[in-house]
């Protein structure tokens, strides 16, 4: 990616990372935070970058840039994902690095926050130099990840397969095999049950929560959803068999729509044969700009960040905006959408199912006994409904909106036991 990318972001007010941080200002402000201790979670703890050179299969080598961001490790290892794209960036990272800290403290899981990346194509790489891309890197991150320091997951454009990968480079360095160093894991790999499903399930769960507080039944509840890839299309079954009609759907093309409501399991089985939902016979095209912007009562951006801006955010007309992307909305948009009294449930709790099932795995993996399904999934609901809950009555107490609130709580989490253990020394 070009440099100065990131500065027309941060002219645009996309800046992932400004973006973050002007919540977290926010948030610090109304805590009264302790000035020494605004510095230390202003910044992450440190930062990687690392050159990672790889045999490609035309015999050529190819040098690839991949970060590792470790931001923060009160409350436990580090925690998060490792995405791969050309758009990847130091920035970026560092974001949701920061967000993953953010994260884990509102669902009250005892990890801290980090985020990796490597900038590639993976669309325009083989297997075999994904695989070899793969185990460089980590061999390089060797020293600084682990199950006590940091365990990475799978992200945008990385999988099971991956963490396999990983998994076995680390294993091979320890002389021994260590499957808690990362999650989402295959299932037959000492993955955990559910993972898979959980950040779309985690979904469900707080647009349950949500839609009970406004009295709404899910057979009235029209939802909209913006991509349909793992968290996008996992939420729109679940919730389609939980009884919500589902209005739109999505992908990086384009969208379908049908006021009736979608069926889901045909969509989604269109989408596996086609790879697009362009051409799906039974509903109306309709362009993803003009989909955020559709009336219902629970949008759910699930595809990527910044897509709703202050250009937008005055033509959103749901209810309940059910955040399933990390950052989808600048924070120029949240007080357009505070002052439309959307009911926001912020990233950090709405798609947090999926690191609360990381948790899950790891704990699994650290005990050697792999727990049920129906057990994990029964967890799942324990952990995020009360979160939910935790979050709402911050909100209400505080006076402030579900996002600064879940901010708050987090920061006053993180805060706490960064004092209990102590940075004077
Ligand atoms: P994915 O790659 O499986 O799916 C992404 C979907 O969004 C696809 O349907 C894709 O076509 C669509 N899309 C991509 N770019 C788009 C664009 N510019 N406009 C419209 N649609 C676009 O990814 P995912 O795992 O579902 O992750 C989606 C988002 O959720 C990301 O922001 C990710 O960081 C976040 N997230 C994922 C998880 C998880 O467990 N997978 C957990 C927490 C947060």
């Not at 699994?364 to 006994?369: A, E, L, N, V």
Request: with cysteine; glycine share 8%; aromatic share 8%.
């Amino acid at each position: 990616m070009p440099a100065y990318v990131d500065d027309i972001r941060v002219i645009r007010g996309e800046n992932p990372f400004e973006s973050m941080m002007s919540r977290f200002d926010h948030a610090a402000k109304l805590l009264d935070l302790n000035p020494d201790l605004y510095r230390v979670l202003r910044v992450p703890n440190r930062e990687f970058t690392v050159y990672i050179p790889v045999f490609m299969d035309n015999g050529s080598i190819e040098v690839f840039t991949g970060y590792r961001v470790q931001h923060n490790f009160a409350r436990g290892p580090a925690k998060g994902g490792i995405l791969y794209g050309p758009d990847v960036s130091l920035d970026e990272i560092r974001a949701l690095a920061a967000w993953m800290t953010w994260k884990c403290a509102v669902l009250n899981i005892p990890f801290g926050g980090a985020k990796g990346g490597i900038i590639c194509d993976p669309n325009q790489m083989s297997n075999l130099e994904l695989e070899r891309l793969t185990r460089r890197y980590t061999a390089e991150l060797i020293d600084v990840i682990g199950p006590e320091r940091d365990v990475p997951a799978p992200d945008m454009n990385t999988n099971e397969q991956t963490m396999a990968w990983i998994m076995d480079t680390y294993s091979m360095h320890a002389r021994h095999t260590v499957t808690a160093v990362v999650t989402g894991k295959p299932v037959d790999l000492s993955g955990s049950r559910g993972r898979r499903e959980a950040t779309g399930r985690g979904m469900l769960i707080v647009v349950n929560e949500a839609i009970r507080k406004f009295g709404l039944q899910p057979a009235a509840t029209r939802v909209v959803i913006q991509g349909s890839g793992n968290v996008g299309g996992t939420a729109a079954l679940l919730m389609h068999q939980a009884g919500y009609r589902i209005t739109a759907i999505s992908d990086i093309h384009g969208g379908i729509y049908d006021e009736r409501g979608l069926d889901i399991p045909e969509v989604l089985d269109y989408l596996a044969t086609h790879k697009t939902l362009e051409k799906y016979p039974n509903a109306a095209p309709i362009s993803n700009h003009e989909l955020l912007e559709l009336e219902c009562e629970v949008l759910i951006p699930a595809a990527t960040e910044n897509q709703i801006t202050s250009q937008n955010a005055s033509r959103i007309k749901c209810r309940i905006l059910a955040e399933g992307a990390n950052g989808p909305t600048t924070a120029a948009a949240d007080d357009i959408l505070e002052q439309r009294g959307v009911f926001v449930i912020p990233d950090i709790l709405a798609n947090a199912g999926g690191v609360t099932c990381s948790y899950f795995e790891w704990v699994q993996d650290r005990m050697g006994y792999f727990w049920k399904e129906s057990l994990v999934n029964e967890r799942l609901q324990d952990v995020m409904e009360a979160s939910f809950q935790d979050v709402v009555k911050y909100a209400e107490t505080h006076k402030v909106n579900n996002r600064i609130a879940a901010y708050m709580l987090a920061i006053d989490r993180v805060a706490y036991v960064t004092q209990l253990r102590g940075i004077y020394a």
